[in-house]
């Protein structure tokens, strides 16, 4: 299973731009690299999924480099709502099963 | 995306007694969800994977015959804590795949007394 590492917590202010990295560094051929959110007392939300190079939607985007080693979830202009923990999983089903398994993820908060 | 409905959103039991928490995928079918326990401030812990006809994978640590799970269709995994206890409490979240993502209902808190 691959394993991620994230810095537990991250601060910032409102309008900034917000980058966070993953590292995975046994991270798997066939492996996806997904973005969830939680707030509290809430399931988390997915965010963005990646194979490679550099993925965007209407939230964030997420620039993946060619060794796949790590993964950077950037936010664009967050504000007060984002203040939650995002997280990193790496797998997919694709070529075996898949066991979807949590990191300590990274605590943001929004500051004013 | 795809939607998973987790019922009830919050159950308070007295101690000895059993509840049943519900996990649906809305709109897709799930062979597998993956049940997870989360304590205040700490990571998703996963408990067991549940397998569509056949029986649930548990994680190491996790008493099968405490969590008892059943997958009986291609939409619905349920999740019984039997003989509940205080140490019990938490909050459970269960999850379904569509694709390659990981879909999470929204949790249930626990509440043993």
């Known amino acids: 299973l691959a394993k991620t590492t994230q810095p537990i917590s991250m601060d910032s202010y409102e309008g900034q731009e917000v980058n966070i990295t993953c590292s995975h560094n046994?991270?798997?051929?066939?492996?996806?690299i997904t973005w969830y959110q939680q707030f509290p007392s809430q399931g988390p939300r997915f965010i963005i999924q990646?194979?490679?190079t550099k993925v965007t939607n209407e939230v964030a985007s997420l620039f993946i480099p060619a060794d796949r080693k790590s993964s950077t979830l950037s936010l664009p202009r967050v504000s007060l709502s984002d203040t939650a923990v995002y997280y990193c999983l790496v797998g997919g089903t694709s070529g075996g099963s898949y066991i979807p398994t949590f990191g300590r993820g990274t605590s943001l908060i929004v500051h004013p | 995306g795809a939607v998973v409905s987790q019922h009830p959103s919050r159950v308070i039991c007295k101690s000895g007694t059993s509840v049943k928490i519900e996990c649906r995928s809305l709109d897709f079918q799930a062979t597998t969800m993956f049940w997870y326990r989360q304590f205040p401030k700490k990571s998703l812990m996963l408990m067991a994977t549940?397998?569509?006809?056949?029986?649930?994978?548990?994680e190491q640590g996790v008493e099968k015959d405490k969590f008892l799970i059943n997958h009986a269709s291609l939409t619905l995994s349920t999740l019984t804590v039997t003989s509940a206890h205080p140490e019990d409490s938490s909050f459970y979240i269960c999850?379904?795949?569509?694709?390659?993502?990981?879909?999470f209902g929204a949790g249930t808190r626990l509440s043993v007394l």
């Open positions: 046994n991270i798997a051929t066939n492996d996806y």
């Open positions: 549940s397998n569509e006809g056949s029986k649930a994978t548990y």
């Open positions: 990646g194979y490679k």
């Open positions: 999850s379904a795949e569509d694709g390659n993502i990981q879909y």
